[in-house]
């Protein structure tokens, strides 16, 4: 499993902009999908995130998991989010064709229900 911690990278209490989200390629690229394609996204000490950054986020880990020519299902966690599931949440995970639930400590769960194409570098 891959973990990215937000604040360690971004020092931000509040994540609005897509450009933050675009931090967590950095740090896609410098682990190794080894572990598998499990991925989470800790959320600890952040204040406030919008739909957009969890958008741009999403956008990015299916980017780097069509990368690593993988074909099996994988899923993200998204621990201590800094607010509760809320449809604005859960319709930005089904135009990313996630399925997504809330756990009882609060920790989000995105998962596909199949494979991503494998993509084709030149």
Same mark, same amino acid.
């Given at each position: ?27 896609? @690229? *410098?682990?190794? *999908?080894?572990?598998?394609?499990? %991925? ?22 299916? +980017?780097? %998991? ?12 998204? $621990?201590?989010?800094?607010? @509760?599931?809320?449809l ?6 089904? *135009?990313?064709?996630? +399925?997504?639930t +809330?756990? *009882? ?12 194409? $494998? $993509?084709?570098?030149?």
């Open positions: 499993m891959i973990t990215v911690k937000l604040w360690e990278i971004l020092q931000k209490k509040v994540l609005v902009t897509r450009e933050s989200a675009r931090v967590i390629t950095e740090a896609l @690229r *410098a682990s190794s *999908a080894d572990g598998g394609l499990d %991925i989470t996204i800790d959320f600890t000490r952040i204040e406030g995130v919008t739909p957009s950054f969890v958008d741009e986020t999403l956008t990015i880990v299916k +980017e780097w %998991i069509g990368q690593q020519r993988e074909q099996r299902p994988w899923r993200v966690l998204f $621990v201590a989010p800094p607010t @509760r599931l809320t604005k949440f859960a319709t930005v995970a089904k *135009a990313h064709e996630l +399925e997504i +809330e756990t *009882a400590s609060g920790t989000w769960i995105l998962t596909s229900g199949h494979a991503l194409p $494998v $993509v084709h570098q030149s």
